[in-house]
C-alpha cells in the first residue's frame, strides 16, 4: 500500500468502525487509554471453550488512529487465541496500519492492542486466582 491507500485504510476504519459498540455478557472487559492524548479505548471480549477470540468489540474516544486502530484489531484479533494474542507483535501492528502515516503517533496507534494484551493478563490472573481457590476448598 502506498501511503494515501494507508491513509484511505485508516480513515475507512474511523469513519465506518467494524464491531463498534459494548458486547452482551462478555468474558472480558478492559478499558485503556493514553492521558496525555485523552485517547479512551474499551475492549469486550468474548471467548470460547479453548480460549479463542470468539467476539470483539470496542468503544471508545479520541484521535482517528487510535479509534481506527480499534477497529482494525477487532477484524484481526477474532479467531486468535490468548496465547496468540500474548505474541502479538506490535512493530506489525503498525506496519499493517502504515507505519510512514502512525509513526509519530504510535502510542494512539497501539492503544487497543496494548489494551487487549492487558484484557489477556487480567484474565489469566483471574484464571489463576479462581484454580487456586478451588484448589483450597479440595484440601479443606
Not at 487509554?33 to 471453550?49: E, F, Q
Request: charged share 30%; proline share 3%; aromatic share 6%.
Amino acid at each position: 500500500m502506498d501511503r494515501q491507500e494507508q491513509i484511505e485504510f485508516i480513515l475507512d476504519h474511523y469513519e465506518h468502525p467494524r464491531h463498534r459498540g459494548p458486547m452482551e455478557a462478555p468474558d472480558i472487559v478492559m478499558k485503556g487509554g493514553n492521558p496525555g492524548c485523552g485517547d479512551i479505548v474499551t475492549l469486550y471480549v468474548k471467548l470460547d471453550g479453548d480460549e479463542r477470540i470468539s467476539g470483539l468489540t470496542f468503544e471508545g474516544e479520541g484521535c482517528t488512529i487510535s479509534q481506527a486502530a480499534a477497529s482494525m484489531l477487532t477484524e484481526m484479533a477474532v479467531g486468535k487465541t490468548l496465547s496468540e494474542v500474548e505474541w502479538m507483535d506490535a512493530a506489525a501492528f503498525v506496519d499493517a496500519m502504515g507505519r510512514e502515516v502512525v509513526t509519530n503517533r504510535l502510542r494512539c496507534a497501539t492503544l487497543a492492542l496494548n489494551t487487549l494484551k492487558a484484557a489477556e493478563k487480567k484474565y489469566r490472573a483471574g484464571q489463576r486466582a479462581r484454580s487456586a481457590a478451588e484448589a483450597e476448598v479440595e484440601n479443606f
